[in-house]
């Protein structure tokens, strides 16, 4: 969360009407707490949520999303924001390509690049109709690549290719091994 606090600092140079909600907790919260006490332009900005079960109800009250992760798998929360139609901005690290086409369904930023990071805020903050664009695109991605129903699809796809596979490879080897396919 450096990194994003840091860009929250950036961005607040050029725009005056935001908020920085930092859901979850942990063992840097203290630090994070001391970084945004010691400046001035995030003082009543930014608002630790700590742990939290009202995760759907800030999602659906915000305007953008952002995942900073320094490492990230597939992140449940950023499969979250992009159902709800936010546009998200994300680290290029991990499994966030995998879920995010940059330009598409949000925009990415390299791990620690503040500047970048506050450029792409900029970017969103500005563009009412690129939010909501990345948004809807967002969710089409979420519900066609991360549902449920088209994982299973995918997982369904998987399995008879092996076994289409196998069963042409098992007749491959009868046919070596007797003559015969029979």
């Not at 901005?89 to 503040?114: M, R």
């Not at 519900?143 to 088209?150: G, P, T, V």
């Not at 076994?163 to 029979?182: D, F, I, T």
Request: aromatic share 8%.
């Amino acid at each position: 969360y450096p990194t994003v606090l840091r860009a929250a600092e950036a961005f607040s140079r050029s725009s005056g009407l935001w908020r920085l909600l930092i859901a979850g907790g942990g063992v840097e919260q203290p630090e994070l707490e001391t970084f945004v006490a010691a400046r001035p332009a995030l003082h009543g900005r930014v608002h630790f949520l700590g742990a939290t079960d009202l995760i759907p109800d800030f999602l659906n009250a915000i305007d953008a999303y952002v995942l900073p992760s320094i490492r990230e798998g597939i992140s449940n929360s950023l499969l979250e924001a992009m159902a709800t139609a936010l546009p998200v901005i994300v680290s290029d690290t991990g499994g966030n390509p995998e879920v995010v086409v940059d330009g598409k369904s949000g925009l990415f930023f390299p791990v620690g690049a503040v500047e970048q990071l506050a450029d792409r805020l900029l970017m969103l903050y500005g563009h009412r109709d690129m939010r909501e664009r990345l948004g809807q695109q967002a969710l089409r991605r979420v519900s066609e690549e991360f549902s449920l129903d088209s994982m299973v699809a995918k997982y369904e796809e998987m399995y008879e290719s092996v076994a289409g596979h196998r069963a042409a490879r098992r007749a491959e080897v009868r046919k070596a091994l007797c003559g015969s396919v029979g």
